[in-house]
């Protein structure tokens, strides 16, 4: 069965992207970009496979399809700003075979900018094709919520920013199949600006709440209480809830594109978020010292080292400077996850703690990092000796919350 559609990169942007089209019956090729990329489950594997997907390792395959999507990680490098590597070697790649009235849309999180003075001249220069008028460009960002029940492709509005109304209109086309909404930007940087915003939306916000954090257990006061009672208003206000640390794929840009402007309300919150391993092992420490405990030789089982709940994605997972922290302090950790079989931190194995209640009874501390549904709170902070709640998961009154 011939594809329609061209998957480049299968992270955590593309896989998704690949499983909403098969799931609604477009024949679609899934091309690697690098030994990052996502793998399936076996049984995932054969119900896309039964569904039309197809892995592609001859570029060739790319030119045959009618729509390409872009998808590989943006990391960010070493000095700061986001990877767009992978992004231009897809470009490449593409390029070559590329053919007329192709479809191309960008879904990395990229600069604005990126896809008219990255993309572009990368596609031009290797189809000697004109965009815009010999194929379709477009940037669309990825809105991707991994494990989210309620949102999906399908009931997610996705945003299409076409280099013309004409690339609008042949990328909203392409969506349209997808999803309930499509909603049409002015043009690509328009677009690609939204990525931005909705990215730092969520870092600022989470450190603001961070910060609260930190300020109500200095006055005494629960946040989560506040939380509760301040997310009943109906204007103006959405809760979010503090944490160890902010992980996941998607990197707050404190640079908005070429123009080097530095925003510095996200400077300052990647800032916050970033001392928030920090804290979580300072207050370990406290805890531990005030019920006549050293954190030199305690014990500590940390629960829960993905970065989301019910996953198995460890990116940016802030158990892992966590982990690392008590480790230079001299504590002897081990750790519990269902969904991660294997853990190593400085390069070393960190011990898998099998049977959970008994590791917990055992632990001097326990440390919930994260809240996999498959943990019984309430059980386990009766068999616990210290339990600290990074994300305010325990009954009121059983653990010590952030």
């Known amino acids: 069965m011939p594809a329609d559609l061209a998957v480049i990169g299968l992270g955590p942007y593309g896989l998704p992207l690949a499983k ?59 000095d700061g700003s986001l990877d767009l590597s992978q992004v231009e070697a897809a470009a490449r790649t593409l390029a070559g075979q590329l053919r007329p009235h192709t479809t191309v849309i960008l879904e990395s999180p990229v600069p604005p900018g990126t896809t008219e003075n990255v993309l572009r001249p990368l596609l031009e220069e290797g189809s000697g094709m004109r965009a815009g008028r010999d194929f379709h460009l477009a940037y669309s960002p990825s809105r991707v919520d991994p494990g989210n029940r309620h949102f999906t492709p399908a009931n997610t509005p996705q945003v299409i920013g076409g280099l013309t109304p004409a690339c609008t209109e042949s990328a909203a086309a392409f969506y349209g199949r997808l999803t309930d909404k499509v909603v049409r930007a002015r043009g690509p940087r328009e677009a690609e600006t939204v990525q931005v915003l909705e990215t730092n939306f969520r870092h600022v916000n989470i450190a603001l709440v961070n910060e609260m954090a930190v300020l109500c257990h200095d006055l005494g006061v629960d946040l989560w209480d506040v939380i509760r009672c301040a997310e009943t208003k109906p204007f103006g206000f959405q809760a979010f809830r503090p944490g160890p640390g902010v992980g996941g794929h998607a990197v707050p840009q404190d640079l908005s594109g070429p123009a080097g402007r530095t925003l510095r309300m996200v400077e300052l919150a990647q800032q916050v978020n970033s001392q928030m391993p920090r804290y979580v092992v300072q207050r370990a420490a406290t805890l531990l010292n005030e019920h006549g405990k050293s954190a030199r030789g305690a014990r500590i089982l940390l629960l829960g080292v993905t970065y989301k709940p019910d996953l198995a994605d460890q990116q940016s997972t802030p158990a892992q400077e966590v982990a690392t922290r008590l480790l230079e302090l001299g504590a002897s950790i081990s750790y519990h996850d269902p969904y991660i079989a294997s853990w190593s931190v400085l390069d070393r194995p960190v011990p898998r703690a099998d049977a959970l209640y008994e590791a917990v009874a055992d632990a001097d501390l326990t440390i919930l990092l994260q809240q996999h549904r498959t943990y019984d709170l309430q059980g386990l902070s009766v068999k616990a000796q210290l339990l600290l709640d990074t994300r305010g998961a325990a009954p009121t009154g059983a653990a010590h919350r952030l």
């Open 20 to 78: 909403a089209a098969v799931a609604v019956g477009i024949p679609t090729l899934g091309y690697r970009t690098g030994p990052d990329s996502s793998s399936l489950s076996p049984a995932e594997l054969r119900r896309m496979l039964s569904g039309g997907f197809r892995h592609a390792t001859n570029p060739a395959e790319l030119g045959r399809v009618r729509t390409a999507v872009i998808c590989p990680p943006t990391p960010r490098g070493a």
